[in-house]
């Protein structure tokens, strides 16, 4: 089936699967809403981009960038629970 064929129905079925993904508490740091648009999470869409070495290098990079700048920016404790959100996922990838 075509996008084109979709009918109106179907237009609005998806539109109400859309209002669903959409929360309501934002979650700056297990859940960021700039990084969960339409069915999929950024970090996934990275994931399934890359061999799992290449991966972990990424989430690696990510923990040592939250932990090097989490003084500078004003929010130190956001940075820090977002430098450990990348570290236990990296620790998830391991096991």
Same mark, same amino acid.
């Given at each position: 089936?075509?996008?084109?064929?979709?009918? +109106?129905?179907?237009?609005?079925?998806?539109?109400?699967?859309? &209002?669903?993904?959409? %929360?309501?508490?934002?979650? +700056?740091?297990?859940? +960021?809403?700039?990084?969960? &648009?339409?069915?999929?999470? #950024?970090?996934?869409?990275?994931? #399934?981009?890359? +061999?799992?070495?290449?991966?972990?290098?990424?989430? &690696?990079?990510?923990?040592?960038?939250?932990?090097? %700048?989490?003084?500078?920016?004003? &929010?130190?404790?956001?940075?820090?629970?977002?430098? %450990?959100?990348?570290?236990?996922?990296?620790?998830?990838?391991?096991?």
């Amino acid at each position: 089936m075509s996008i084109d064929d979709a009918t +109106p129905s179907q237009w609005d079925a998806v539109r109400e699967l859309n &209002k669903l993904s959409i %929360r309501k508490d934002a979650d +700056p740091v297990t859940q +960021p809403d700039h990084y969960n &648009k339409g069915s999929i999470e #950024a970090i996934e869409a990275i994931k #399934a981009s890359m +061999p799992i070495n290449e991966f972990n290098g990424y989430l &690696k990079g990510n923990a040592l960038k939250y932990l090097w %700048r989490y003084d500078y920016k004003g &929010k130190p404790i956001e940075d820090l629970r977002k430098c %450990r959100w990348y570290i236990e996922r990296l620790i998830e990838e391991l096991n």
